[in-house]
C-alpha cells in the first residue's frame, strides 16, 4: 500500500484546510486509514482515524475537522476548519490492513499564523 499525502500549506487563524491522501497498490488490504500530526519537538499524535463504521478524533479537533473518504477508490480527506496555530505540523496520512500491518505516506506541512 502506497500513500500519497497533499493540501497542506499556511492559513490563519480561525481559517480552513482541506488534506487529501490518495491510495495505491493493494488498496483491497486498507482495513482503517487516517491522519496523524507531528509538531516541532512533540511526538506524532493521533488526528482523525476513520474505522468500520465509526470516526475517531483527537478531543483537541473534535467538531473542527472532518475525515472523510468515499469508498476504496477515491481518496481521504481531513477538512480542517476553525485552524489555531496549535493545529501547526507535519501531518501524515495512515492506513492500517487487515493484517494489521501499518503504512505511511509522507508528511505535509500545516502552518497555522496567528
Known amino acids: 500500500v502506497q500513500l500519497q499525502a497533499s493540501g497542506g500549506g499556511l492559513a490563519q487563524t480561525g481559517g480552513s484546510l482541506r488534506l487529501s491522501c490518495t491510495t495505491s497498490g493493494n488498496i483491497f488490504s486498507i482495513n482503517d486509514m487516517g491522519w496523524y500530526r507531528q509538531a516541532p519537538g512533540k511526538q506524532r499524535e493521533l488526528v482523525a482515524m476513520?474505522?468500520?463504521?465509526?470516526?475517531r478524533y483527537s478531543s483537541s479537533v473534535m467538531g473542527r475537522f472532518a475525515v472523510s473518504r468515499d469508498n476504496m477508490y477515491t481518496p481521504m480527506y481531513l477538512q480542517m476548519n476553525s485552524l489555531k496555530p496549535e493545529d501547526t505540523g507535519v501531518y501524515y496520512c495512515?492506513?492500517?490492513?487487515?493484517?494489521?500491518?501499518?503504512?505511511w505516506g509522507q508528511g505535509t506541512q500545516v502552518t497555522v499564523s496567528s
Open positions: 476513520m474505522s468500520t463504521n465509526i470516526n
Open positions: 495512515y492506513a492500517r490492513d487487515k493484517r494489521s500491518r501499518g503504512y
